[in-house]
């Protein structure tokens, strides 16, 4: 069973008769195949696919192989897509030209296919390994600053373009460095890994739950506009604004303090709206103290 099934290989040759010979081989291992003949059409399915991986032939009319990889990796959210020189120029100073362009792999098209198969199916492997590692917070399970970065902009970008909207929330935990010195670090552990298992248990399963850092926690509603929001905020500050933990026999009380934006189009940068939900969490925590 291909582990990788599903998988999306865009393959850019302008050669047709091994676009559809390769095209059949990587169909027949369980991949889901894009094709294109020239590098500005495979640009366009980059930018609108997001594949997995991509085969790329170096030697095409228009745009060589060199300048479409320079481009994906200029790519605000593409740029991290592993690509393979799949290419009949075998000489050493064209590989070391590829590998600087940050391309992943180097394989000539006089490679048996079965090599070929396998050398993808690892290459998939293993980025799916550092990605799963770069993309989650280790203490808590959640996932992290980068994934969280990279939602954000997902999703400010489609309400941006398509007219839809969403919601962000900031939770935080108040005097966080107090349980720290008073309970020390491992307790200080404990209630933020306790404060996350609260936070999936009572959120909706769409929602993209992740420690941005610290002792900080952000949400993204999709499709949740402002009223949405403010309900959820308030069963959220219901069920776990404060979270109560155990640790070696002391009782420790966590308070927490939340915020809340929602997109508008006026909104220029995503950046904003995270500003706009910090503002709200530090007025909540702020009010604690009137």
Same mark, same amino acid.
């Given at each position: ?25 990587? &169909? ?9 003949? $020239? ?10 696919? $997001? ?62 296919? &079965? ?18 590692? %770069?993309? /989650? ?8 600053? =980068?994934?969280?970065? &990279? ?21 935080? +935990? ?21 404060? %996350? ?7 909706? /399963?769409?929602?993209?739950?992740? &420690? ?14 402002? =009223? ?11 069920? +776990? ?43 909540? /925590? $702020?009010?604690?103290?009137?």
């Amino acid at each position: 069973m291909n582990l990788h099934m599903g998988k999306r290989i865009l393959f850019v040759d302008d050669e047709e008769d091994l676009l559809n010979v390769i095209g059949m081989r990587l &169909r027949a291992a369980g991949y889901e195949v894009l094709t294109a003949s $020239n590098g500005p059409d495979a640009l366009k399915l980059v930018e609108r696919e $997001n594949p997995d991986l991509i085969l790329l032939d170096i030697m095409m009319p228009e745009m060589d192989g060199f300048e479409v990889c320079r481009r994906i990796k200029e790519l605000k959210d593409r740029s991290d897509i592993p690509i393979i020189f799949f290419t009949a120029k075998e000489a050493v100073e064209d590989k070391v030209k590829g590998l600087k362009a940050g391309v992943a792999d180097y394989v000539a098209k006089s490679t048996d296919s &079965r090599e070929l198969l396998a050398r993808v199916a690892m290459l998939l492997e293993t980025y799916e390994h550092f990605k799963e590692i %770069s993309m /989650k917070d280790e203490l808590t399970g959640l996932t992290n600053y =980068n994934f969280f970065k &990279r939602q954000l902009t997902y999703y400010f970008n489609i309400a941006k373009r398509y007219g839809r909207v969403f919601s962000l929330l900031i939770v935080d +935990v108040d005097n966080f460095k107090s349980i720290n010195d008073t309970f020390g670090h491992l307790s200080g552990n404990l209630v933020l890994r306790k404060i %996350s298992e609260e936070l999936q248990r009572v959120m909706r /399963k769409a929602d993209v739950i992740t &420690r941005y850092g610290g002792d900080e926690f952000a949400i993204i509603l999709p499709e949740t506009d402002n =009223n949405q929001a403010l309900a959820l905020l308030r069963r959220l500050h219901k069920a +776990v604004g404060k979270v109560e933990c155990v640790c070696d026999g002391k009782r420790i009380e966590a308070v927490l303090s939340f915020g809340r934006a929602t997109f508008a189009d006026d909104l220029q940068t995503e950046e904003t709206l995270f500003v706009k939900a910090d503002k709200s969490m530090y007025e909540d /925590k $702020n009010n604690k103290r009137i």
